[in-house]
T-cell receptor
Framework: AQSVTQLGSHVSVSEGALVLLRCNYS??????LFWYVQYPNQGLQLLLK??????LVKGINGFEAEFKKSETSFHLTKPSAHMSDAAEYFC????????????FGTGTRLTVIP | DAGVIQSPRHEVTEMGQEVTLRCKPI?????LFWYRQTMMRGLELLIY????????DSGMPEDRFSAKMPNASFSTLKIQPSEPRDSAVYFC?????????????FGPGTRLTVL
């Protein structure tokens, strides 16, 4: 069955440390994958997306994600965390069901410790 | 473009009252989605429309919830009668299906509190 799974509902990192948020998908066809960020009291904003082509995708605010078909993963990384990165992050996928809705993960809340 | 517009941004009502949430999608988009977000259940898809037609309403909690999209630029989500457990943030999102890439653009949400 198609699904998007985020491992870890809460992640804490120190300011300046590497950020790694995990996302795995299950799809019978090549997916389109997205990372969204939600700041407090705001809607979701697109960080980056993978459609086809280059598997390393760069997004806004220094984030990037790598599509790994062999691992069915699309983990989000940032080399150095900033206080302003504290937010909730959602992985989502168009998993080729023929419908145009996205499968969303359950979200990961990132805390950045000064 | 102004993005997805939702109104009201905040709504406080009493149990039993009717609540209507409104959404204006991005001009030219052909799909519209209603989501509900709570601490307990996270982000849930309630219903989505394609070309103004409801495609999947399996996420609508119960008959108290209804959604309409009378035209390409307007949608409503109605709760009648409202209950305290309906308290949540309701998001509207829209997308343009182009080449199969369905990137969704979210509105700022409506925070609903039912007393």
């Amino acid at each position: 069955a198609q699904s998007v799974t985020q491992l870890g509902s809460h992640v804490s990192v120190s300011e300046g440390a590497l950020v790694l948020l995990r996302c795995n998908y299950s799809s019978s066809v090549p997916p389109y994958l997205f990372w969204y960020v939600q700041y407090p009291n705001q809607g979701l904003q697109l960080l980056l997306k993978y459609t086809t082509g280059a598997t390393l995708v760069k997004g806004i605010n220094g984030f990037e994600a790598e599509f790994k078909k062999s691992e069915t993963s699309f983990h989000l990384t940032k080399p150095s965390a900033h206080m302003s990165d504290a937010a909730e992050y959602f992985c989502a996928g168009d998993l080729g069901t023929g419908a145009n809705n996205l499968f969303f993960g359950t979200g990961t809340r990132l805390t950045v410790i000064p | 473009d102004a993005g997805v517009i939702q109104s009201p941004r905040h709504e406080v009502t009493e149990m039993g009252q009717e609540v209507t949430l409104r959404c204006k999608p991005i001009s030219g988009h052909n799909s519209l989605f209603w989501y509900r977000q709570t601490m307990m259940r996270g982000l849930e898809l309630l219903i989505y429309f394609n070309n103004n037609v409801p495609i999947d309403d399996s996420g609508m909690p119960e008959d108290r919830f209804s959604a309409k999209m009378p035209n390409a630029s307007f949608s409503t989500l109605k709760i009648q009668p409202s209950e305290p457990r309906d308290s949540a943030v309701y998001f509207c999102a829209s997308s343009l299906e182009a080449g199969g890439i369905n990137e969704q653009f979210f509105g700022p949400g409506t925070r609903l509190t039912v007393l």
